[in-house]
């Protein structure tokens, strides 16, 4: 972190930002992040089923570092929506918001699956506006929604993008 001349914080990515699978601290640290993230918290998660999905052996889990510190994570579900792979999960954590980690996650997804696979899927949550703002610009297209799907009053929209 550096400091801004006003006093305020301001952050600059390390040169060393790499995605690695998770191990087994990684995996808690990041049911941790989630529990405390939307649309989690919305959706009235909790911690044992955060990690019931991030210790899924049918799913993979990574990690994005940056120097010494976790920044985020993202679950993948291989064969996820009729066959084709499926983005489960992203969080980033809050110190590391808003500076593009979130947009290299999803694009280190996109090129672990795009050796054998033409699509990538994902669901956003409809009250979760800046995620469905962020999918959008990654260039993500809605191909359909789910009303009430995970809680009442809300929709599950399912995104895609050709890889």
Known sequence: MDTAVSGQVSYSPPDDFRVVQATGPD??????LMVRSEPWTTLKRPLESCRAVLNDPEFQVFVARLGAERGGFLVL???G???APYLKSVAIAPEFRGHGLGSRLIAFAEQFFRPRARHLFLCVSSFNDAAKRLYERLGYEAVGSVKDLAIEGASELL???RL
């Open 81 to 83: 929506v009729a066959g």
């Open 27 to 32: 995996r808690e640290w990041a049911a941790q």
């Open 77 to 79: 579900d291989p064969r």
């Open 159 to 161: 995104m895609f993008k």
